[in-house]
């Protein structure tokens, strides 16, 4: 799928988002019982994560990289 882009505006997804000048945005593709099942499209802040194009989601996890390199628990 797409590498980690940073853009300057998100869809409208129906409700309220908080306004920043960037997002960083990738895809996903989720797989259970072997199949691709979704691809999840993700929009989170620039100024939450800085430098996040120079991470490794793809190997460590979405969720290990929030909370191991910039402390943000979900």
């Known amino acids: ?3 980690i882009q ?3 505006q998100i869809p409208d ?3 309220e988002v908080a306004e920043e000048k960037e997002y960083y945005y990738f895809e996903r593709l989720r797989i259970a019982d072997g199949k ?3 691809v ?3 929009y989170i802040p620039s100024s ?3 430098n996040f ?3 490794d989601v793809a190997t460590n996890g979405l969720f290990y990289v929030l909370k191991n390199q910039y402390d943000i628990h979900i």
């Open 36 to 38: 691709p099942i979704l």
């Open 48 to 50: 939450f994560v800085p």
């Open 53 to 55: 194009q120079d991470t």
């Open 40 to 42: 999840e499209s993700t």
């Open 1 to 3: 799928l797409q590498p």
């Open 13 to 15: 997804v129906g409700f």
């Open 6 to 8: 940073l853009i300057s």
